[in-house]
């Protein structure tokens, strides 16, 4: 069974499921996607470009992403749009169709396996240490810290909560794909918290150099 046609937005960086991003719309051909999206299905998938530009097109696209619904539209008085979408699912790309005009794939949902190790434990440590890693960075001009209550909402669901913690950790884009494809919450975790103690690391040699 083939899978399901989806437009696609190929950008240099990676959206979680159940989280939200902002976009920047510009290019005549997403401008396109984006009101073939308003004028029926709002939703379309996001994938990291491994190689090449965001713009123009010539890129190398990874095959596991995000598929996304538009929350929130702005179109400005130059034809640009400000853009809020949701993650709603993992997708893998099983074939890519022509740019015709913008990114088409056919897409499938991974079959969902089940997590061998309760997440809900290894939750409050990687919090902890995403917590650590932003207000490290927040006292020293980079991402800003987290509030004293972060809003996990999963209301009670681990898989949930975790993909939100990923997206409010400060990962760069080669490791936000892999924690995308990590096996399950726990493992996703795991190595979220290998990300934030390295990131530790780093920031202490920078301040603390030999």
Request: charged residues 25%.
């Amino acid at each position: 069974m083939s899978g399901a046609r989806l437009p696609m937005f190929p950008l240099s960086a990676v959206v979680f499921p159940h989280a939200s991003t902002a976009l920047h719309v510009f290019e005549p051909r997403y401008r396109q996607m984006l009101h073939d999206c308003l004028a029926g299905d709002p939703r379309f998938g996001i994938v990291l470009i491994e190689r090449g530009s965001e713009v123009g097109g010539g890129d190398q696209r990874s095959h596991l992403g995000t598929r996304c619904v538009i929350t929130k539209a702005v179109e400005l008085a130059d034809g640009r749009w400000l853009l809020e979408a949701r993650g709603e699912a993992l997708i893998e790309v099983e074939r890519w169709l022509p740019d015709d005009p913008y990114p088409v794939a056919l897409v499938a949902e991974p079959v969902p396996v089940p997590d061998p190790e309760d997440a809900g434990p290894v939750l409050g440590v990687a919090t902890q240490r995403v917590r650590r890693a932003r207000a490290l960075l927040a006292e020293h001009g980079g991402a800003a810290a987290l509030p004293p209550h972060l809003a996990l909402d999963g209301n009670g669901d681990a898989d949930v909560a975790t993909w939100q913690l990923c997206a409010a950790a400060p990962v760069s884009a080669y490791d936000a794909q892999r924690l995308l494809a990590a096996d399950g919450a726990a493992e996703r975790l795991r190595f979220l918290v290998e990300l934030m103690e390295d990131l530790e690391l780093d920031l202490e040699r920078m301040l603390n150099p030999e």
